[in-house]
């Protein structure tokens, strides 16, 4: 509130200023009125555009050297790497060409300004010019197009060559729950007619489907290090989007449809919990914590980095907080985790499984009488 009210009266005190300078102005008799710009004002005018030159670029040097900071770590993908070098080519090549062109164009704003006596030199055409500024972007673009197809075409190898591990991702209003194969490594069949929230089938698995009897089915993710996932991806009500930031891998998950991701983790959580760059980061963010709890605000207990799969799609009122926690481990380690899973079977199915055992041990009505006569 103070700051709102600090802000309004600044705002006022800078329309009297103006005020008054425009009352100033009239009462001189002797001053130029005319709404043709002189040669003053156009002095005055390249000035200014040599003046705020030097502050665009004042601001992105602070912005790269404050900011920085905040840029993500390393990637944790195989594929991570020539994505950031995608990345950061295109950044190259964009301030270059921002940085010469925006000095060019104030440098000539200020040097061809308008001024009594001199006449603009008009050209009808210049075919070498405009050859020079239409062959160097297309052979430039042409060169980022063809690497970055080149790029998504490896990205996007999704194939069962390799004995990938296969996961679904199912989405909804807000939250995330994934899928294991199980031991066969196949996914069961599944729809969203067939979820049924009194027996807890919130996925929607067909019961009937044999592969769907050993599938896992968690609220957390684990992946083994070093070994390629499959990503199969479903929404139930909304368009999502599947973002792991730190493996630079996101997939739209499209109500319908399935759609697919694949990426091989290469740094476990606990690597990269020692990334210096990580290391900074909790450092700095539990310090604010600290703050925050000194004066007793929520969310201040101390924080611990954790790979995150989030929502990058704006899909509804709690999309903020639709995400889930990735922990990459150790195959052994993996292997460990989901041995304790429960499967399909042994939660949803299982008390079908109970009842057909039930109604296989107790005896009919016609064996109870048969057996009450004898």
């Known amino acids: 509130m103070t700051a709102l009210l600090t802000f309004t009266v600044l705002v006022l005190v800078a329309i009297a200023i103006w005020q008054m300078t425009k009352i100033f102005e009239l009462s001189q008799t002797k001053t130029e009125r005319a709404e043709i ?85 008009f050209f009808a055409d210049n075919d070498r010019l405009e050859f020079i500024w239409t062959i160097i972007p297309v052979i430039v673009l042409a060169g980022l197009i063809l690497w970055g197809l080149y790029t998504w075409t490896n990205i996007m190898d999704i194939n069962e060559d390799d004995d990938p591990l296969v996961i679904e991702l199912y989405a909804q209003q807000f939250n995330w729950t994934a899928r294991y194969g199980g031991e066969d490594n196949v996914l069961g069949e599944a729809n969203v007619r067939l979820i049924d929230i009194n027996r807890a089938n919130v996925l929607g698995l067909d ?43 996101q997939m739209n998950c499209v109500p319908g449809m399935i759609t697919q991701f694949s990426f091989t983790p290469t740094v476990t959580t606990e690597e990269m919990r020692l990334n210096p760059d990580v290391v900074d980061k909790v450092k700095r963010t539990n310090a604010l914590r ?85």
């Open 207 to 249: 019961e009937s489907d044999p592969n769907a009897e050993d599938d896992i089915i968690v609220k957390e993710l684990h992946l083994p290090v070093g070994r390629k996932v499959n990503f199969k991806m479903r929404s139930q009500d909304v368009l999502h989007s599947a973002y792991m930031p730190h493996f630079r891998a």
């Open 37 to 121: 710009a002189n040669d003053s004002d156009n002095k005055n005018n390249g000035y200014l555009l040599f003046a705020f030159l030097i502050f665009i670029y004042g601001i992105t040097i602070f912005s790269f050297a404050k900011y920085s900071k905040m840029l993500l770590p390393d990637a944790a993908s195989e594929h991570g790497g020539e994505y950031d070098q995608l990345m950061w080519v295109s950044f190259a090549i964009i301030f270059f060409v921002q940085t010469i062109t925006q000095a060019l164009l104030h440098y000539f704003g200020y040097k061809y300004r308008g001024q009594k006596g001199r006449k603009a030199l």
């Open 290 to 374: 600290a703050e925050w709890a000194a004066e007793g605000r929520p969310n201040s207990e101390p924080w611990e980095f954790d790979y995150v799969l989030l929502c990058n799609k704006i899909c509804g009122k709690s999309h903020y907080n639709m995400q889930m926690r990735i922990v990459v481990e150790t195959e052994e380690e993996y292997n460990k985790w989901l041995a304790e899973q429960k499967t399909f079977k042994e939660t949803v199915m299982v008390d079908d499984t109970e009842g057909a055992e039930v109604a296989e041990t107790e005896p009919s009505a016609e064996e109870m009488e048969t057996a009450s006569v004898e």
